[in-house]
């Protein structure tokens, strides 16, 4: 069964929206609003930002190359780490946050959510954040992105109530489907858009091989990589109209 399917059982096919503004009305914006361009980071000046995610780690062996890889583009993400990770690797998660990325909750041991019971749900969210706060003390864990994005009504009422976003993705790499680099570059530098946020992971090494190239070929293009709260900013402060493939939950889902 397709996640796509599933998801239209659970009523929430409209989770997965698409941003469609067309990427020069995207830069007219980008331009015109000093407002918008100070929202973001000196190395998106005259630029348009795309969102960078790497979910399930960290990974000792994958984390800190694609840490130093972002950090040779002048670039910045989210990791949506997996809870049982942080506890094991919580030197990873310091350095995500000392390069200046941010840090997400993405459960603690990657269940599909909609099937656990309530307390279940609620205890895979709170560990998380405890081993998040564990590894990096004062951290502030603001942002949860369910696996599969699979994520029922109730729970995402709950999550908000919390003062957690919950964060989705309308580019999706499939990089655990272990395409070659080059075929990965190829996906991604297609599906980029301005605006979009972009779901990889830290845990597979066809990221790492691959991921270099994607970031100065979209360069190029003149994409900056941005945290989800970056995006989000700048998504406010340009008025960037976005607009969903059906109503329902915006892509960066916050309590308002
Ligand atoms: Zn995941």
Not at 198 to 218: C, E, K, W, Y
């Amino acid at each position: 069964m397709t996640i796509w399917w599933r998801l239209h059982q659970l009523g929430l096919c409209s989770l997965i929206a698409t941003l469609l503004l067309a990427p020069t009305a995207l830069l007219a914006a980008h331009e015109q609003s000093p407002t918008a361009a100070s929202s973001l980071t000196q190395a998106c000046l005259g630029r348009v930002p795309l969102g960078l995610t790497f979910d399930d780690g960290p990974s000792p062996l994958y984390t800190p190359r694609i840490l130093s890889i972002l950090a040779r583009h002048n670039a910045h993400a989210t990791f949506f780490v997996v809870g049982g990770n942080a506890l094991r690797f919580p030197s990873q998660l310091r350095a995500e946050i000392a390069a200046g990325d941010t840090i997400g909750n993405h459960t603690f041991d990657h269940p599909r959510l909609p099937h656990l019971s309530r307390s279940a749900q609620d205890k895979e969210v709170s560990a998380t954040t405890a081993a998040i706060i564990a590894a990096v003390p004062g951290v502030q864990v603001t942002l949860f992105r369910p696996p599969y994005g699979l994520l029922d009504h109730a729970q995402r009422e709950r999550l908000l109530a919390s003062g957690l976003s919950v964060v989705l993705w309308n580019e999706d790499s499939v990089d655990w489907r272990d395409p070659s680099p080059e075929r990965l570059s190829q996906q991604v530098e297609a599906a980029a858009r301005p605006g979009g946020l972009l779901l990889m992971h830290d845990i597979h090494p066809v990221t790492v091989a691959a991921l270099d190239g994607i970031l100065s070929n979209l360069g190029k293009r003149g994409f900056c990589f941005v945290t989800v709260g970056e995006l989000e900013r700048y998504r406010v402060a340009s008025g960037m109209v976005v607009q969903h493939q059906a109503k329902g939950l915006p892509l960066i889902d916050s309590a308002q």
